[in-house]
């Protein structure tokens, strides 16, 4: 599992193996777009103020990848403990 802290919701969840982060947001009463659900229509794009993401979609450009400013939360994660949101 892994943290995400929203900046300007001042909420901290946890995301357990096994669920998304678009899940865990929705669970917790975020209202947040989807469509493809598979990490292919950047819908559920989320910018990222601080962290090491895991990206397993298939929409960013590998630059975007490197740079490390935002994520699909439909399928990716963090590669380490906390994520810090833009929402
Ligand atoms: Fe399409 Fe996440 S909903 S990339």
Known sequence: SFE?????????????????ILEVLRENGVDMPSSCEQG????????????????????????EKAEGKSIMTCVSRAASGRLILDI
């Open 4 to 20: 995400i802290d929203l900046a300007r919701s001042a909420m901290s969840l946890t995301v357990p193996a096994g669920r998304t």
């Open 40 to 63: 292919a229509c950047g819908t559920c794009r989320v910018a990222v103020i601080e962290g090491e993401i895991t990206h397993q979609d298939v929409y960013l450009s590998p630059g």
